[in-house]
């Protein structure tokens, strides 16, 4: 390719925090909960690269198409792939085109098609490289873009975007659990290619009681690694639903022994650990079964496909709580029209 930028090029990261930051020198737009992608287009050469610069081309054949379609000779777009589902955005039909086969490949492309949301653009349609320019710069000349250039071409959507806070906190309140977060900008900085020091992400934190179903010892000892966590269905069933592992040093050897007394079978009815999971994270071998007896409660980002897609933050015991209050429902996703902020 003959543009400014190579296809390995790193895009701008977002450092995490535990609030939005406030001031005239910044933007917010809704964080996605996509694939990270930078998409270059030179004449009928099109290539989909990762944030880790791997390539996504033959994943998202549906996009490569779009892209190569585009109005304009070259660019070079900055975004998020998604994947509609109804009025939400399905994280795990997403994962599902990471996957060997071509066949399957195309076999979801045709019936989940993804979006590419934009929300950068890093060279124009002249060629012209953008990243020397404020963001704020940028984002008009993507606006001025994407009305040539995507009047036609339903794979992509402007990612929303505000330079007021209260935007922002009225997309998290209305949109609840259907919003991934929030992203916040510099508008008065270039495109800061590989570092963190241009955005800022903000993420909800949620938290949940669940039912200690089991544990697993740390590697190489008889010292308890992590926590298995569960929670009751309608059904009665008690699914495993994911782990926490940050627990404190110091308690690991008394909550051993704690955890030693109540191992029993079957630990959990319904779906256990170790079985094919798309979202392990963590050594599925041998766990031991607890009865039902200990609830714990975590704090976690995302839960999705009926467990914690990483790893909880253990916060604290409680012994107040009966386990069978530990159901779903503390974590059923609220209703989001997240198309529906994306535009038609």
């Known amino acids: 390719m003959s543009l400014p930028l190579p296809v390995d090029y790193p895009p701008a990261e977002a450092k995490s925090v535990d609030a939005l930051p406030q001031g005239r020198e910044w933007g917010y737009e809704p964080k996605w909960d996509g694939f990270r992608c930078l998409a270059f287009k030179d004449g009928d050469d099109v290539d989909l690269r990762s944030k880790s610069g791997q390539p996504f081309d033959r994943y998202f054949p549906e996009i490569v198409e779009a892209v190569k379609g585009l109005p304009v000779a070259r660019c070079v777009l900055d975004g998020e792939l998604v994947v509609p589902e109804g009025d939400a955005l399905s994280f795990d039909e997403l994962l599902m085109r990471i996957h060997p086969a071509e066949s399957r490949v195309r076999k979801l492309a045709r019936e989940h098609p993804a979006l590419y949301i934009v929300f950068d653009l890093l060279v124009d349609a002249e060629g012209r490289s953008l990243v020397a320019e404020p963001q704020e710069a940028r984002r008009a000349e993507l606006e001025r873009f994407a009305k040539r250039a995507f ?39 270039p495109y800061r290619s590989g570092a963190r020091t241009g955005m800022q992400k903000y993420k909800r934190l949620r938290t949940a009681d669940c039912v200690v179903g089991g544990f697993r010892y740390g590697a190489k000892t008889q010292v308890v690694g992590s926590l298995l966590l569960g929670l009751y269905d309608d059904a009665g069933l008690l699914d495993h639903v994911g782990f926490t592992s940050n627990i404190p040093s110091a308690e690991r050897s008394s909550l051993t022994k704690t955890l030693k007394s109540l191992i029993e079978k079957p630990g959990f009815t319904g779906r256990a650990p170790g079985g094919p999971s798309r979202w392990s994270t963590e050594r599925t071998g041998e766990w031991e079964p607890l009865r039902p007896a200990l609830v714990v409660e975590v704090r976690y980002d995302h839960f999705s496909g009926g467990r914690f897609r990483h790893g909880t933050s253990f916060l604290r015991w409680r ?19 997240m198309v529906a902020l994306l535009g038609s």
Not at 153 to 182: C, H, K, M, Y
Not at 320 to 337: G, L, N, S
């Open 151 to 189: 009047a036609d071409a339903p794979r992509f959507r402007v990612s929303p975007a505000t330079r007021t806070l209260d935007d922002a906190r009225t997309w998290l309140d209305a949109l609840g659990g259907g919003l991934d977060g929030i992203v916040a900008k510099r508008v008065d900085l």
């Open 319 to 337: 012994p107040d709580k009966a386990p069978r209050q530990c159901t779903f429902d503390q974590v059923d996703a609220q209703p989001a029209d």
